[in-house]
């Protein structure tokens, strides 16, 4: 089933977005700010709130990663940074992060029977979790291109950079000097999500070993997998997720969005060599009862052509074949 894959990126979202908020109300309550509708203990329970569903969204989405069977990922590759084959330095970001929260929850729970310097100390760590959490999400997030997540990044980020100059330099220059840097910031902020986002996925080592690993020759395989359709009210969201069957085991994922079962909306096809476990991404061109046509890449830049037959084994089960082009 899809629906590890699509919980995993909703709660890594989520726990993003809550996180920005909790920085923000902490930024504010550190600040002193009053507000007038909401007393200073009503701030501080949504922080501790906030902070809690954080925590619970990290533990979803690293759950749900762990169950993925498309990308897998072993308990070791989840705790330990570099581990990971996939995008080994945005996943680590993401695992150094995740650590750090915890540590912070620990001092969070002992922190009446800890000096309070220390326990500041350990909670300044917050900013560096949610930087982490958010070169992370642009570097590894397989929606990090889409303008809807690129909109939150730019917001979250420059939002939060431009709090921290305000909450800096609010006592110790004039209005119009905060206002200049709330603004350098925020834009900051942006050039940040731009730069971060067009670095290159993986590491060079990682890629010169997926380059040498990609198949030069046509290459076939049968699979079995399952089919689901979620109904919306003008469009439906169709995918297939096929296990490799044959000798080679060519994995395929389909994800498409259709307005009356054939049209195409928009697309996303992943078809990946599990025994080298380089995954060739692209859309879909055409589908049809019977079967799919596309075109994918491998992450050193190889373009193949992708085609597959398939039919329906029972309501939600399908069975078929993919070939990958030759180079």
Known sequence: MTVDWYAARAAGVVAYVLLTGVVLVGLTLSGRVQLRSWPKFAVTDLHRFGSILVGVFIGIHVLTIGLDTY???????????FTSTYRPVWVALGIVSAELLVAIA??????????????????????????????????????SHAAWLAAIDVVSIASVLGALAWRILRNRVGPVAVGGAVTLAALA????????????????????????????????????????????????LVSVLGTG?????????????????????????????????SICSGTIDSIG??????????????????????????????SGSVRLGAA
Do not use: M
Request: with cysteine; aromatic share 6%; net charge positive.
């Open 71 to 81: 990308t897998p990922f072993s308990i070791t590759q989840l705790l330990l940074p």
């Open 245 to 277: 069957t044959g000798a080679r085991a060519l994995s395929v994922r389909i994800d498409l969005v259709t307005a009356d079962g054939e049209s195409i909306g928009s697309s996303s096809l992943q078809v990946k060599d599990v025994s080298s476990g």
């Open 189 to 236: 902020g942006v050039v940040l999500v731009v730069a971060v986002g067009s670095l290159p996925h993986g590491s060079s080592a990682t890629k010169h070993r997926v380059a040498a690993s990609v198949p030069t020759g046509s290459v076939a395989d049968s699979f079995a997998g399952s089919i689901t359709q979620q109904n919306g009210s003008s469009a439906a």
């Open 106 to 143: 620990v001092t969070n729970a002992l922190r009446t029977r800890i000096p309070y310097r220390a326990w500041r100390r350990v909670h300044y760590l917050t900013f560096l979790v949610w930087a982490g959490s958010a070169v992370h999400g642009i570097g590894v997030g397989t929606d």
């Open 289 to 318: 009862q019977s079967g799919f046509s596309g075109s994918c890449s491998f992450p050193g830049g190889a373009a193949r052509t992708v085609s597959g037959s398939w039919q329906l084994v029972s309501d939600r089960s399908v």
